[in-house]
């Protein structure tokens, strides 16, 4: 699972790398609950309005909220740790499956995320890249939520996937604990990722080894610094 990475600096990068319309960035080093940039296919896509956009960039809560969350639920639901979403059950699941089911997908733009290295008896932060230095769209689900207050929240998952036999991720994560790892797309995908297209099982494959760099972070937590 991944519970720290570094999004884009600049609201440029979304428009060169990601085709959304630049807004401002709000935080770089996040943290689950922190506010965070997705990009998404806008809802009113199918409108037939050729005014909005193919894609969007949204600034959301980094921790679905499932949209079928109750008022007498809500303090519970906001502190559950739904930052990362198991792809095998992700369907099947109440915090997850209204946004599964309606396709709500999204890409979750990051110039790296991080992971614990346990080889040596204690957690080491580990920052993984691309070799060709482009930002990671890792694929996620989004969903929105009317508080008891009624306010409207946004907010986004990262899809997760099986790394015990991948070749770079098996060797992270605590020793015993299965070894997961996100859904980083190839740049190709991103757009039918977002429309819906193909078989959402064809886009939750392992990103080559030989194409990410794994880098050792000197003095860098390794857990959410609000918990």
């Not at 600034?59 to 909220?65: A, D, F, H, S, Y």
């Not at 009624?150 to 899809?159: A, K, P, R, V």
């Not at 790394?163 to 070894?179: I, N, T, V």
């Amino acid at each position: 699972m991944c519970s720290h990475y570094s999004a884009l600096k600049k609201a440029e990068q979304l428009e060169r790398y990601f085709r959304a319309r630049g807004i401002p960035i709000p935080k770089s080093d996040m943290w689950p609950r922190y506010p965070g940039v997705f990009v998404r296919r806008p809802p009113e896509w199918d409108s037939g309005d050729d005014a909005v956009p193919e894609r969007e960039a949204v600034v959301g809560r980094w921790g679905l909220i499932s949209a079928m969350t109750r008022a007498d639920n809500a303090d519970k639901a906001q502190k559950l740790s739904t930052f990362n979403a198991r792809s095998e059950s992700a369907a099947k699941s109440f915090t997850f499956g209204n946004a599964w089911r309606r396709g709500q997908r999204c890409l979750i733009p990051a110039e790296n995320v991080f992971e614990p290295d346990w080889r040596s008896g204690k957690a080491v932060a580990t920052r993984f890249t691309r070799t060709d230095g482009a930002p990671l769209g890792i694929a996620g689900l989004w969903d929105k939520w009317r508080s008891p207050a009624g306010e409207w929240i946004e907010s986004f998952t990262m899809l997760t996937i099986n790394a015990d036999q991948h070749p770079l991720f098996k060797d992270y994560h605590r020793p015993g604990d299965e070894k997961r790892m996100v859904v980083i797309l190839p740049d190709g995908a991103y757009g039918d990722w977002l429309a819906g297209t193909g078989d959402i099982r064809d886009f939750l494959q392992p990103y080559p080894a030989d194409q990410l760099v794994a880098e050792p972070v000197v003095k860098t937590a390794v857990a959410n610094p609000e918990e």
